[in-house]
């Protein structure tokens, strides 16, 4: 129907396609014909949730826990958060600032809804999560970019934010470890970029996947800042849909409204399947990121001998963003490249932003060793014949 497509909100013009599914979509195809299809493409952890949660959440079905809870999350999972970072931090928040939300992009979309009014702008890095700038958009707000290189590490510039702030600038978000790059943002530059725009939104889904130095909650340093978690990535729990979000005491009346009826509540199976996340799955946890650190190894050492740029060793998360100008200045076409002939499907690097991301393509290392290995001798194979 055409006047319907007339119809349809402006907005949805400036929202982008979520490249690495179209790929995801494109190796299923060619795995239903038959083609062996190694996937480093999906940002997912490849472990099965841990026994002691995935028991829990029978145990929630058996017991009739299948009904509403209250919109924040109920008490006793917003008082397992609040410990969590007493034990992992040696901070004291209240349960009452902790949101718990349905995956890490509820929470994003509840803290946009709650502060973006139309045209006020928000700043992202790029490349970065691609995303961020659509919550954004979703909420008539616009993004603003400030370039981050490999040259330095991927890290944020100070001084560039400070260059883009006007005075519809309303908030700045840092993902630490960030996707697509790994990179680890020090707890100084964290201290100094929160004093820049009225809201600090810290992305910090990859707190505990971090192989060299460590992380900082945005909470060491400010209490007025909107801190952003969930179980997806540290308990292998994506398809459960449970996030949360600190937030300071000022939103939280607003979050709370908005959570009501946006979401009505998180829901409940994983939410008292996560109570058991914090008791008795740290042993799984420590396994698990000693496993992605000896992926990261062998996965860089192996790309580098390829021929990709790797200037900067990913600190964090389970990816490796790889500098392809040695064989391409189109990532969209090099990863399709790789996938047809090669049999291995990768994420573009244009997928994550505007600066010189066609130079890029992003490996996951939330596969097998075995895949890994495999991986990169498929791509040495294709490269070799490609001269």
Not at 4 to 13: D, V
Not at 237 to 258: A, D, F, N, Q, Y
Not at 267 to 296: H, T
Request: hydrophobic content about 40%.
């Amino acid at each position: 129907m055409d006047f319907q497509k007339s119809l349809i909100a402006t907005r949805n013009k400036e929202i982008t396609s979520f490249i690495v599914m179209e790929i995801l979509e494109k190796a299923h195809r060619l795995e239903r014909q038959g083609r062996s299809i190694i996937h480093l493409e999906i940002g997912e952890p490849d472990f099965d949730t841990p026994e002691p949660i995935r028991e829990a959440g029978i145990r929630a079905i058996k017991e009739g826990r299948t009904h509403y809870t209250p919109s924040l999350g109920i008490p006793e999972l917003r008082e397992k958060i609040a410990e969590f970072y007493n034990f992992y931090y040696g901070i004291e928040i209240s349960p009452e600032r902790v949101v718990v939300t349905n995956g890490t992009s509820g929470a994003f979309i509840l803290i946009m809804a709650a502060i973006m009014d139309i045209g006020d702008e928000i700043i992202f890095t790029d490349p970065g999560y691609p995303c961020y700038p659509n919550f954004a958009r979703a909420f008539d707000a616009r993004p603003v970019f400030v370039p981050v290189f490999e040259e330095e590490n991927f890290e944020i510039s100070i001084e560039e934010v400070k260059k883009r702030k006007t005075e519809r600038t309303k908030a700045l978000l840092i993902a630490s470890p960030a996707n697509p790059t790994g990179t680890l943002t020090a707890g100084d530059k964290i201290r100094e970029a929160i004093e820049i725009t009225p809201f600090f939104i810290s992305d910090e889904i990859y707190h505990g996947l971090v192989y060299e130095g460590k992380e900082h909650t945005a909470l060491e340093f400010s209490d007025d800042v909107i801190v952003i978690n969930g179980f997806s990535k540290l308990f292998a729990m994506t398809g459960w849909r449970l996030g949360w979000m600190i937030v300071p005491e000022s939103l939280l009346s607003t979050v709370h409204k908005l959570a009501q009826n946006l979401f009505i509540c998180p829901s409940s199976i994983a939410q008292y399947a996560a109570l058991y996340a914090f008791e008795e799955s740290w042993s799984f946890v420590e396994s698990m990121r000693r496993e992605y650190d000896r992926r990261r190894r062998v996965m860089v050492e192996g790309l580098r001998k390829l021929g990709f740029g790797i200037k900067s060793t990913p600190a964090g998360a389970f990816y490796v963003f790889a500098n392809i100008s040695r064989f391409s200045d189109d990532s969209f076409k090099f990863a399709h490249e790789i996938l047809d002939n090669a049999g291995v499907a990768v994420t573009p690097g244009v997928d994550f932003g505007s600066n010189r991301t066609n130079h890029y393509i992003r490996f996951s290392y939330a596969n097998s060793l075995e895949n890994i290995e495999e991986a990169l001798e498929r791509i040495k194979k294709y490269l070799e014949e490609r001269k």
